[in-house]
């Protein structure tokens, strides 16, 4: 299942793909994969990206 809630998260602190990446410790292409539904990120990743873009874990990747 994609994640527009992770994309659009980024997209409102104007970061790219890469940006989030390189913040958080990852490629590119993971973010890529994350938000396209194509992986699913550790929980401890989950929590970088969260912090990362001031969201909390229910905001960005549970319904």
Excluded: H
């Amino acid at each position: 299942m994609k994640n527009l809630k992770l994309k659009a998260a980024r997209t409102m602190k104007d970061m790219s793909q890469q940006d989030l990446a390189e913040t958080v410790g990852v490629s590119r292409q993971t973010i890529s994969s994350i938000e396209k539904g194509d992986y699913n990120p550790s929980i401890k990743l989950c929590i970088s990206i969260c912090k990362a873009l001031d969201k909390t874990l229910d905001e960005l990747f549970w319904e």
